[in-house]
Nanobody
């Protein structure tokens, strides 16, 4: 199995920054992509950013220019640098790993942005 360990969430004021990390371990042999999703109370989980094994990156429109996803392949770790945070970014952020078309999820880390 694959385990994902997330860290870096917390409480920050609007305009502040946070950096999320997600380290993958276990039976890792062919990662297609790693990414970050988020789920706010009463809303569906949405894709925030994704980076493929080939380095292709996509962001949801609402975070473009503010968030940056990166990946350390040697460490099987993906990062999400979040700048200029807004109250509407408040959510539980989940790390996702896609390996051979099977998805794995982290336990989630809370990000709260106060106005």
């Amino acid at each position: 199995q694959v385990q994902l360990a997330e860290s870096g969430g917390g409480l920050v004021q609007a305009g502040g920054s946070l950096r999320l990390s997600c380290a993958a371990s276990g039976r890792i042999f062919s990662i297609n992509a790693m990414g970050w999703y988020r789920q706010a109370p009463g809303k569906q989980r949405e894709l925030v950013a994704i980076i493929t094994n080939g380095g292709v990156i996509n962001y949801v429109d609402s975070v473009k220019g503010r968030f940056t996803i990166s990946r350390d392949n040697a460490k099987n770790t993906v990062y999400l640098q979040m700048n200029s945070l807004k109250p509407e970014d408040t959510a539980v952020y989940y790390c996702n790993l896609d390996q051979r078309n099977r998805g794995y999820w982290g336990q989630g880390t809370q990000v709260t942005v106060s106005s």
